[in-house]
């Protein structure tokens, strides 16, 4: 084995005599880093501890402190009659930040200093915090025992209760709190769906237009997509599979508003899915993420109130009746399998965070959440009606607005061909955060035809008097073009 004389007389060491950092300290940080740089080689002997300390001028003590963690750390390696050497095989750190090439990059896509503009969030201006830090402190002033330390799989018991009631009451949905499954959001659902549902390689059908998140999140889990398309009954079910290795696993649908479009599921097309998935094994996974606030009549059937085979699993969230981006969904499986989905999600280590479980739980019991859900439906069909007439005033040379029934944004279809990627992405420079149809097409290189044109514009989010602003926008930037 080959040594090295050592070079540590020729490398600047500097101690700072009055720095609050300790000698040794500082010394042993600087040592480090001349390993870990490779400016100390591998073999390398360092001086003694002895002609160290007199080199630098401070006691024996601090430089034996500082070699005596070296060598705890396996960076120093001692060797009886020879002296402290650089312990072999320490190849240096890289200094360059590696390159990523598959970022996802997009105009339309992009989150950075992105603008608020229509957006159809909650109206956070009109949120109760007050109570909701009433519930936040009543949860957490004085916590249980059962609080702290059972496992709560599924989520907190209370709070499943709470949401099987708010169900009954909202949706005339009849499920137990056995059957909730509390989850950190839309992508930890899609996670325990998979995991139960699916291999990898598994085939899954997406709406398209649809959530390109969505899509992501599936391909990420290891599954492939098979895209479905959507007409005015809503997501039409593809042919029936020729083998059972080419059967679906799971459709993801969004029956009561189909996002983005935002068309209600007709009563015949529901029909055709249950008989579908009777049919093929296929579970349906309804995803009721936009459809809280109804303006007219009553809201949709569920789909899983009209499946008596329960092979319907419902997604819920509470991003809409919160505020932004407030982590916390729900599913409803059949109660066959909400033991498993429990195994699953302690397996994984449940994500939903318990902090705002049992405040979400007080909150939906108080009697003023029915009064804040009444006020806010009412607020965003103001908005909605106050939106509508602005566009067909100011935009209706180029966009044609789809009045919603439901939900808190509406699509505004373009009336002749137009770049709206690239308009989308020249609004969001302006600050007024608006998205492109044709973005939410999935597969635009397998389309028969060229996916719709046209905008999103959320209303929920939005002070009614910046509305003039924001049209007024985008009508100047449509004259550009």
């Known amino acids: 084995m080959s040594t090295k004389s050592s070079a540590l007389g020729v490398i600047n060491l500097v101690i700072d005599q009055a720095s609050a950092t300790p000698l040794y300290k500082q010394l042993l940080d600087q040592l480090r880093q001349l390993v870990i740089s490779g400016q100390l080689a591998s073999n390398e002997r360092l001086p003694s501890s002895r002609n160290l300390a007199g080199a630098l001028q401070v006691s024996r003590t601090t430089t034996l402190s500082a070699y005596e963690q070296l060598l705890a750390e396996g ?75 059972d496992q709560h799989n599924g989520g907190y018991w209370p709070l499943r209760q709470q ?72 997501a039409i079910p593809p042919e029936l599979p020729t083998s059972a290795g080419s059967k679906p696993k799971f459709a993801l649908l969004t ?28 579970w349906l996974i309804d995803d009721d993420f936009d459809s809280e606030f109804t303006y007219e009549g009553l809201p949709p059937p569920l789909l899983y109130n009209m499946d008596l085979s329960q092979r319907t699993i419902l997604m819920g969230s ?26 699953i999600q302690a397996q994984l280590g449940g994500m939903a965070s318990l902090h705002i479980q049992p405040a979400l739980s007080s909150f939906l019991a108080d009697r003023h959440f029915t009064h804040h859900m009444r006020k806010m439906s009412k607020l965003y069909r103001q908005k909605r009606d106050l939106l509508v007439p602005l566009i067909e005033r100011e935009l209706g040379t180029w966009l044609t607005p789809i009045v919603p029934h439901s939900g ?15 308009l989308a992405d020249k609004a969001r420079k302006m600050g007024i955060n608006t998205q ?11 389309q028969p035809k060229a996916p719709q044109q046209g905008l999103l514009m959320g209303f929920s989010g939005v002070q009614e008097q910046d509305f003039p602003h924001l049209v007024g ?4 930037l449509f004259e550009t073009i």
């Open 473 to 476: 926008g985008l009508r100047g």
């Open 75 to 149: 960076y120093l390696v001692s060797r009886p009659s020879s002296g402290i050497f650089v312990a072999e095989q320490i190849r240096p750190l890289p200094t360059s930040a590696p390159v990523i090439t598959n970022l996802i990059s997009s105009p339309s896509s992009s989150y950075k200093d992105t603008p608020l503009g229509f957006n159809a969030g909650p109206d956070a201006d009109n949120f109760p915090f007050p109570l909701w830090a009433r519930c936040l402190a009543k949860a957490w002033r004085n916590p249980s025992a059962e609080l702290l330390h």
């Open 318 to 343: 509470f991003s809409k009746l919160m505020f932004q981006n407030f982590r916390l969904s729900y599913m409803v499986v059949p109660a066959s399998l909400s033991d498993a989905f429990m195994d």
């Open 408 to 422: 808190t944004h509406l699509v505004a279809l373009a009336k002749q061909p137009f770049d709206d990627v690239l």
């Open 163 to 234: 949401i099987s009631r708010y169900l009954k009451s909202m949706r005339g949905m009849d499920c137990q709190p056995q059957q909730i499954i509390i989850t950190a959001g839309q992508r930890d659902s899609l996670t325990l769906l998979s995991r139960l549902l699916t291999q990898p390689g598994d085939t899954v059908l997406l709406e398209n237009p649809g959530y390109r998140i969505q899509q992501r999140v599936i391909q990420s889990l290891g599954l492939n997509s098979q895209f479905i398309e959507v007409d005015e009954a809503g």
């Open 255 to 282: 029956a009561s508003r189909q996002y983005p479009l935002g068309i209600t599921m007709s009563g015949p097309r529901r029909h055709e899915w249950l008989n579908f998935s009777a049919d093929t094994g296929c």
């Open 436 to 446: 492109a149809l044709s973005s939410h097409f999935l597969n635009n290189e397998s």
